[in-house]
């Protein structure tokens, strides 16, 4: 059983960045891909981006904003999924969830097996 953890929220400016990482309490994320999601206020819970616990291909929302912002990376020796957010805008504020499962397609389908407590991202204007 994997408990997902996710950090690094907290209240930024318009155009500001943050650093969401999402790592584990219990078990590893060793064997487990990663997404990452938003839940903007009242509204519903979008992927935003994710990567497999082998190879590197990464995934992304369909959207260029998304793309060009924000970054997915892993780091097995920290055992640690970071989601490096850039430029951020009012409208990237909610809250973000780390989500973990075997399969990569599955978990950004919005099926992952985990899900962690998420961390509350507020973009000031």
């Known amino acids: 059983q994997v408990q997902l953890v996710e950090s690094g929220g907290g209240l930024v400016q318009t155009g500001g960045s943050l650093r969401l990482s999402c790592t584990t309490s219990?078990?590893?994320?060793?064997?487990?891909?990663v997404a990452w999601f938003h839940q903007g206020p009242g509204k519903e819970r979008t992927f935003v981006a994710g990567i497999p616990w082998t190879y590197n291909n990464k995934l992304y929302a369909d959207s260029k904003s998304v793309k060009d912002r924000f970054t997915i990376s892993r780091d097995t020796a920290e055992n640690t999924v970071f989601l490096q957010m850039n430029s951020l805008k009012p409208e990237d504020t909610g809250v973000y969830y780390c989500?973990?499962?075997?399969?990569?397609?599955?978990?950004?389908?919005?099926?992952?097996?985990?899900w962690g407590q998420g961390t509350q991202v507020t973009v000031s204007s």
């Open positions: 989500a973990g499962g075997s399969r990569l397609a599955t978990v950004a389908r919005g099926f992952p097996e985990y």
């Open positions: 219990r078990g590893t994320l060793s064997r487990v891909a």
